[in-house]
């Protein structure tokens, strides 16, 4: 069991510039989870997949993030035209049952 | 609206010493009950679940931690903390009600002084 990962660890911006983040999940997992995390605070829920399909999305999630998992592996999360205000740790968790959920190191973004 | 409360932000605990550390929810039903810690810029690993069952639960690192429905508590515990439990914890709720995702507390801090 490798655990789940997440590339890069660390991103440095600068405001307007588009970023792209990489989750690869447990490998039997079919649930794979986007969280985002802002200081002092616990980590709010982005987005759902089950498999390649997206159940759910928060009203956090605004019209400049996207979120994909193609042939449901791997999850790519894109932030496009980065404000100051995305900056925060980015977490991805996978699972097999609901709710229970495994998280990976993270990514931490900067906007400058 | 779906809340998780952790009311103390930081505990400080002398190494040894039992700790007990408080979550409260606000949910109708019998939620899906979480604690996750957190070491400075890591990810979270998951410590202990309840979903039913026996009320107390044990988890890794010698935690324990008991659901008190008439209370909607799920407080952490541990007997004797090592100075290496320092760290940030978590605790989560999941509900179906409230779709696929778990609601976090804000967290508290644990320093562990020698």
């Known amino acids: 069991d490798t655990g789940v990962s997440q590339d890069p660890r660390h991103k440095i911006t600068k405001r307007g510039q588009n970023v792209t983040f990489r989750c690869d999940p447990i490998s039997e997992h079919n649930r794979l989870y986007w969280y985002r995390q802002t200081l002092g605070q616990g980590p709010e829920f982005l987005t759902y997949f089950q498999n390649e399909a997206q159940l759910e999305k928060s009203r956090l999630l605004s ?4 979120a994909e ?3 449901g592996s791997f999850s790519t999360l894109e932030i496009q ?3 100051q205000g995305d900056s925060a740790m980015y977490l991805c968790a996978s699972g097999l ?5 495994y998280f990976g190191p993270g ?3 900067t906007v400058t | 609206a779906q809340s998780v409360t952790q009311p103390d932000i930081h505990i400080t605990v002398s190494e040894g010493a039992s700790l007990e550390l408080r979550c409260n929810y606000s949910y109708g039903a019998t939620p899906y009950l979480f ?5 400075p810029g890591q990810g979270l690993q998951l410590l202990l679940k309840y979903f039913s069952g026996d009320t107390l639960v044990q988890g890794i690192k010698g935690f324990e931690a008991e659901f008190k ?9 541990k007997p004797s903390v090592h100075w290496s439990d320092a760290a940030e ?5 999941g509900a179906q009600e409230y779709g696929n995702k778990l609601v976090f507390g804000a967290g508290t801090i644990l320093r562990v002084k020698s």
């Open chain 2, 69 to 77: 429905r008439s209370q909607s508590s799920f407080n952490l515990r």
């Open chain 1, 107 to 109: 990514t931490r973004l």
């Open chain 2, 35 to 39: 604690w996750y810690v957190q070491s």
């Open chain 1, 69 to 71: 998992r193609p042939k």
């Open chain 2, 89 to 93: 914890y978590f605790c989560a709720v």
């Open chain 1, 63 to 66: 019209d400049r993030f996207s």
């Open chain 1, 81 to 83: 035209r980065t404000e």
């Open chain 1, 97 to 101: 049952a609901h709710y229970e959920q």
